[in-house]
């Protein structure tokens, strides 16, 4: 079936840093979406991407939908504390509403 | 308004008992998924439910697992015959209905099976 995989497993940076990660599937998606989750919490929606070669913001959140439509990117600008936590990327399986998670990012900003 | 709602938010059980799980969607939310995280893992799909039927069931790890939905509502989560390997975070969530990509998630119920 399809898999998302992400890059990198962790991250720790310095506040004020700005942040790069991305998803890859062997398989095309047609909507790619990127969650943040905290700790002891569920996942939350940050970015939704539609359209091969999209690129949204979402305040120092950008994300792009990747042309292949087997990849996408997700940028933070500026990183603070609060940005801690695992960001997944996600997406329907096709034709379905089953929905693919990757297997995230651990990001820690060192303030 | 309130958010999903799932309890109980901790379950601590004996291998081989039955739990039961609940989830409380947002109201007028017609799409409710479960999905399972293990430690340190991404989110496994179970199931979904539109209204009160399951079109896939596909996600469910085995015979043990069921779901059902009532009402359009309340959604309950069984495992029968707990196994060790069955420890998660069980998420639930909701979107206003099928194909709405934003789905707004529970906090999870942390199952431990000892």
């Known amino acids: 079936g399809q898999q998302l995989n992400q890059s990198p497993q962790s991250m720790f940076i310095q506040e004020g840093e700005d942040v790069s990660m991305n998803c890859t599937s062997s398989s095309i998606f047609n909507t790619w979406l990127w969650y943040k989750q905290e700790p002891g919490e569920g996942p939350v929606l940050l970015i939704a991407?539609?359209?091969?070669?999209e690129l949204t913001s979402n305040g120092r959140l950008t994300a792009q939908f990747g042309i292949t439509r087997k990849d996408s990117f997700l940028n933070i600008s500026a990183s603070i504390p609060s940005d801690v936590g695992i960001y997944f990327c996600?997406?329907?399986?096709?034709?379905?509403?089953?929905?693919?998670f990757g297997t995230g990012t651990r990001l820690k900003v060192l303030a | 308004g309130a958010g999903v709602s799932q309890s109980p938010s901790n379950k601590v059980t004996e291998k081989g008992k039955d739990v039961e799980l609940r989830c409380d969607p947002i109201?007028?939310?017609?799409?409710l998924y479960w999905y399972r995280q293990s430690l340190g893992q991404g989110l496994e799909f179970l199931i979904y439910?539109?209204?009160?039927?399951?079109?896939?069931k596909s996600g469910l790890p085995s015979d043990r697992f069921s779901a059902e939905r009532t009402g359009g509502s309340v959604s309950t989560l069984t495992i029968q015959r707990t196994q060790q390997e069955d420890s998660a975070v069980y998420l639930c969530?909701?979107?206003?209905?099928?194909?709405?990509?934003?789905?707004?998630f529970g906090p999870g119920t942390r199952l431990t099976v000892l």
């Open positions: 991407l539609y359209k091969a070669g």
């Open positions: 439910f539109q209204g009160n039927s399951a079109p896939d």
């Open positions: 996600a997406g329907p399986n096709s034709g379905t509403y089953k929905y693919i």
């Open positions: 109201s007028g939310h017609t799409a």
């Open positions: 969530a909701s979107s206003l209905g099928p194909g709405d990509n934003e789905q707004f």
